[in-house]
């Protein structure tokens, strides 16, 4: 019996997203005395990085390198994925919940008829048969813990939640066939439209988010530099994307993406119920607003009151000190 | 061609959120409740313009007890054809999915839409679960979608962009932001829903495979530092040495 963990490369290169999952995986499997294996059906990942795996704590990468894994056919996926847990045994399942995890896992489920927890915030709490774990609910203004009865589980890991953990090792890479093939994939990929070179917000530590403060799609270029400076992931509220001033992937909050960054910095937003929803789980909340009444204070752990055209150039200029080590504190 | 929207009940957005029973239940006590707006503003506004464009037919499904009439009639006035209520208990999403699995066996439909996700259990799941109890293709988070003929071109949110892809129907699509617009329903539309058949069926035996046992609210913020503007050096001091961010 073992724990399995689907990890996901983005571009060829395994990420945080698999690192979290994968250390989460191994710490599961250690307590319960089983061991973690890992499945990967992405054939562009080089040998040596799966190996690494090691590291968060993989014993054995199995590692499926068919060209029907490309493009995302969800389907597929989950067969693969089964046919590799049924191989080790796996009694849990563990993912992370990217945008292709969010389609694989509700499939697995239903294939495997196991039960599925989407966007888990913790370590399950197991006492004999019994196994609970939480996750956010209606959009994170609260917590539910379910129960998973099935012989099968599989938790889908909410990203940013659980920080990975690197030791020492190196995991056995074996190949594996998990007997997909091209015909079984029934889409065809017709285009990609990727923007290169920005961070992808859904697992960003670090978010800039901007608000009808702004006034308009022209003054975006001041929040742009500051999420720069800090290595950051650019986002919105929605009226703002609702109008087309940033495209609606930007979009956070209850209706939108809901994300869990270490640093969330929020400039002209009023923070209404419907967008702290999607933000209120980051560890530190910014909030600079020219309103020192607006609800989002109350949710923050540091705020400016002033106006969002100097405020922000100044705190970029600052930071730009800091990040060039001009800057030192006692 | 026959669409199918799936159609869950949400706590309106406003709702205070609070439990009872020993916070082992969500409790509903003066909350209004909605047609999920994932399900609203995008699939069933995108299959209603579908029906438009195309003269396809559009059946609504949700799984309930009886106070589900209501979401249906409203869903029924933004322009549905007919609706159907499951009338069980919505246990769990894996529960759901099969009513609307043994719905669609017994009555074949080509194109079904659910919204991402629901706002209040964000679970994510009933789409791709019913994508695998019927064996069709699943596309999730879909931002645009369109179709001709026996095919079907869909926009899909992926790390850091969009992926273009054709799929034959049938497909089961989860619906996000980008596909459509919502539509407020007029007083035409309000009057011909009542009108409209509404169907109630008796549930299929299924096994929920999950349970929520307890609810808590987060932690509260300590509350929040305020720093003066003209100081913008003190709150990177603060992000670096106190909260360790940066
Ligand atoms: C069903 C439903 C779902 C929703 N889902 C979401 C969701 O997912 N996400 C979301 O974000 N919203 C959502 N909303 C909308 C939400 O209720 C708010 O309307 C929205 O979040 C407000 O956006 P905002 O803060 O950018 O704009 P506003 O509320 O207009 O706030 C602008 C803020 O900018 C400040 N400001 C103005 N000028 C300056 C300046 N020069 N410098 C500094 N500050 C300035 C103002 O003081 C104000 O606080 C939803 C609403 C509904 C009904």
Same mark, same amino acid.
Request: charged content about 20%; proline content about 5%.
């Given at each position: ?330 | ?27 509903? *006590? ?8 994932? *399900? ?19 059946? #609504?499904?949700? $799984? =309930? ?10 869903? &029924? ?8 209520? $499951? ?22 439909? *080509? &194109?079904?839409?659910? =919204? ?11 789409? =791709?679960?019913?994508?695998?109890? &019927? ?9 645009? #979608? ?22 034959? #129907? ?59 503007? *003209?100081?913008?050096?003190?709150? $990177? ?10």
């Amino acid at each position: 019996m073992s724990v399995l963990v689907f990890v996901e490369p983005a571009d060829g290169v395994l990420r945080k997203p698999a690192f979290e999952a994968m250390s989460y995986g191994s710490r599961l499997a250690a307590a319960q005395n089983m061991q973690a294996y890992a499945v990967c059906l992405d054939e562009s990942v080089p040998e040596d990085s799966l190996k690494q795996l090691g590291a968060y704590g993989a014993v054995k990468v199995l590692h499926d390198r068919s060209a029907c894994f490309r493009p995302f056919d969800a389907q597929v996926f989950a067969r693969a994925v089964r046919a590799a847990a049924e191989a080790v045994q796996a009694r849990i399942i563990v993912l992370s919940l990217t945008y292709n995890g969010r389609a694989l896992g509700p499939l697995l489920s239903a294939h495997m008829q196991a039960g599925l927890v989407t966007g888990a915030i913790d370590f399950p709490e197991t006492n004999g048969e019994v196994f609970r774990i939480r996750k956010n609910v209606f959009g994170g203004k609260a917590i539910a813990t379910v129960e998973v009865a099935t012989a099968v589980k599989i938790i889908a890991l909410m990203p940013n939640a659980v920080a990975p953990v690197r030791g020492e090792g190196v995991a056995e890479v074996e190949t594996f066939t998990s007997g997909l093939q091209e015909s079984d994939r029934r889409m065809r990929l017709t285009g990609v439209n990727k923007v290169s070179g920005k961070v992808a917000l859904s697992d960003a530590e670090i978010v800039v988010s901007a608000g009808r403060g702004m006034k308009g799609p022209e003054n975006w270029g001041m929040i742009e530099e500051l999420a720069e400076v800090l290595g950051a992931a650019t986002a919105c509220s929605r009226p703002v994307a609702d109008v087309h001033w940033r495209p609606h992937e930007e979009h956070v909050g209850q209706t939108g993406l809901a994300i869990r960054p270490n640093l969330y910095i929020a400039v002209g937003i009023s923070g209404a119920i419907q967008h702290l929803a999607g933000v209120n789980g980051s560890k530190v909340i910014v909030v600079i607003n020219k309103d020192p009444e607006a609800p989002f204070f109350k949710a923050a752990d540091y705020g400016i009151v002033g106006d969002a055209f100097e405020v922000v150039p100044a705190l970029t200029r600052a930071l730009r000190r800091f990040k060039a080590g001009e800057m030192t504190f006692n | 061609m026959k669409i199918l929207v799936c159609i869950s009940k949400t706590p309106d957005t406003t709702s205070r959120i609070a439990f009872t029973d020993n916070n082992s239940r969500f409790d509903t *006590d003066k909350v209004q409740f909605i047609i999920n707006p994932y *399900d609203e503003w995008y699939a069933l506004v995108r299959a209603v313009e579908l029906k438009e464009a195309t003269g396809a037919e559009v059946t #609504l499904i949700h $799984v =309930g007890p009886a106070d589900g009439d209501a979401i249906l009639r409203k869903a &029924l006035a933004i322009g549905g054809d007919r609706a159907v209520r $499951v009338d069980a208990d919505p246990a769990d999403a894996y529960f759901v999915a099969s009513q609307i699995a043994a719905f669609v066996r017994s009555d074949p439909h *080509d &194109l079904i839409l659910t =919204g991402k996700e629901t706002i209040d259990y964000n679970g994510s799941q009933v789409g =791709g679960m019913l994508a695998g109890l &019927l064996d069709y293709p699943f596309v999730s988070l879909a931002s645009r #979608l369109d179709v001709a003929g026996n095919l079907v071109t869909l926009e899909r949110d992926i790390s850091g962009g969009k992926e273009i892809l054709e799929v034959p #129907l049938p497909v089961v699509v989860s619906c996000a932001k980008g596909m459509a617009e919502q539509r407020i329903p007029n007083m035409r539309g309000i009057m011909a829903a009542r009108t409209k058949p509404l169907t109630v069926m008796t549930a299929h035996p299924a096994d929920p495979l999950t349970r929520m046992v307890a609810f808590e609210l987060p932690q509260t913020k300590q509350g929040v530092k305020l720093i003066s503007p *003209d100081q913008p050096e003190e709150l $990177v001091r603060l992000l670096h040495v106190e909260a360790k961010v940066i």
